[in-house]
């Protein structure tokens, strides 16, 4: 079973910068496609930004141009790069890991951005 340990959440101030990161179990990370996903309370989870094994990048609207994704593959890493974070960009961000059928969660890192 594959395990995804996320860091690097915490509580900052609107217009300030954090890094997420998330390490894989697994020999062979280079072959999964990996997401950030976050939910905010009493909302659905949304995807963020998605990296593919092929390092192809997405981001929804609301973030481009302010998140980075990037892979490690070395260090079985992914990473979320934020900055000029708002109030809105406020919930619990996991990583998700995807390769053919099969789907794993980390569980959950905060991010709160006070105004």
């Known amino acids: 079973q594959l395990q995804l340990v996320e860091s690097g959440g915490g509580l900052v101030q609107a217009g300030g910068s954090l890094r997420l990161s998330c390490t894989a179990s697994?020999?062979?990370?280079?072959?999964?496609?990996m997401g950030w996903y976050r939910q905010a309370p009493g909302k659905q989870r949304e995807l963020v930004a998605r990296?593919?094994?092929?390092?192809?990048?997405n981001y929804i609207d609301s973030v481009k141009g302010r998140f980075t994704i990037s892979r490690d593959n070395a260090k079985n890493t992914v990473y979320l790069e934020m900055n000029s974070l708002k109030p809105e960009d406020t919930g619990t961000y996991y990583c998700n890991a995807v390769f053919r059928a099969a789907n794993f969660w980390g569980q959950g890192t905060q991010v709160t951005v006070s105004s």
């Open positions: 697994t020999r062979i990370f280079a072959g999964f496609d």
């Open positions: 990296i593919s094994s092929e390092s192809i990048t």
